[in-house]
């Protein structure tokens, strides 16, 4: 039986063999104790490893899993395929991602102004002397949020979730910025720091620690932007007695500004004339802008990848709405751009980009079914893409794709494995980055539109693999 739910709390009765809609049904939930699982071996005193034994749980994790043919988010149990349970969401268009540590799925419906979480099941506390695991049934959780108009980009960083919220021209909302922690979501803060604007736009904002770099539009008629809902300068807001102040106004513009991403060191954001690079130097930022080379030519860099580990960002330059697209690495210390020395075969496009765990892999899969893995290399001391290979994901006939819909993928935070969905074969594979192996499938009974990977995040251990 399946337990279904509305993410706005507008309760279904449940039955064995039927579900009908009335005014005055209830959903009874039975929250579940967390499940912790006890040390089962003694280990030496001297072992010289530092496990957290009958405290830390051995997962693979779970999967959330958006289905293309109805409103419905189905959670799986990574260990065994198994189903966990099935949730009805309020609307279609639905958008899914996970929270910044992985326990939470993040719906997001941008034409109902909402974002709604259902809680994976898996968690990790830091009880001090040692990290404390929880395992339990996946749960619709009764926060959400649903004050800012047009969440658009969602974007994290160690452990915060900023959300841009575009505002509409039409109905006069502005543009505001929300930023949280899965302890946000856990305790259901009921209200976030942030941004207001005093006007709408397209825009974006990276968190980082105690401050957030946010986009600022200028008025139409200094703005250096074609599409003037885009904003071309950016703000650092500094987080001060539980408020976000601007501090800064990065002087060097950014037009038409869209796409922007982040390292250790660095804050990147997509411009039309090139990249415009900030980093923190003492008490305030500073910026550059790296030109576009020769092989974008009139496109804009749009989108743009990166890694807490990865010295070099992956850019990607097409047309609005899509079509041709170059894609770039980006060096921000040596603030220089090339164009990656790879190709999409012959009637491909890339369908999804992502870093791995630990950003070691750079991954595009394509229209065609194949996931192209690259690895970063060290040459003469700079940093270059080189494709490692290909797995084909696929043995469909791709132009039975469903309408509407693409192969999409998620990467784990606890191994060295990328999970893609075939909406066409309805199924869901594993594929382990070292090996570029299939090695495990998850059956479906619905085509599957997006998938997203929770759990608990860890470091993942030396494999030997020889390359």
Known sequence: MKKLYKLKLIALAISTTFITACGDAETNIVEQDPIVVEDEHDHDDDDDHDHDDGYTIESLGRLAVL???SNEASFFDLDDNALLDTFVLNDESNTLSASPDFRYAVIT??????LGF??????REDH????????????FSSYELTSGSRPTHLITHDGQLAVFYDGDADSGTVASVEVLTDNNITSATATLPGISYDINMHGVAEPR????????RRDDSESTSVAKVLPDQVGVYYFHDGEYELEQTLEVTCPDLHGAAQNHDYVVFGCSDGVLLTHQHDDEYEAEKIANIAAVGDLRIGSIYGHEDSETFIGVASGHGGGEAVIVTINPATAQMEELEWQLADGASAVSY???AHGEHFLILDSLGFLNVFSAHDHDGEMHWELEGQVDITQANVTTMPEGMSFSMTVAQNGQFAYVADPIAQHVVQVHLEDLEIESELELTFPPTSITWLGIAQEIEDEDHDH
């Open 128 to 139: 001090g002397e040692h990290l404390h695991d929880y395992e339990q049934g996946p749960a």
């Open 67 to 69: 289905a293309g043919d």
């Open 109 to 114: 419906n941008r034409t109902q102004d909402y």
């Open 118 to 123: 259902i809680d994976g099941g898996m968690w």
């Open 209 to 216: 620690g105690e401050h957030l770099l946010s986009t600022i």
């Open 354 to 356: 992502s870093f791995s």
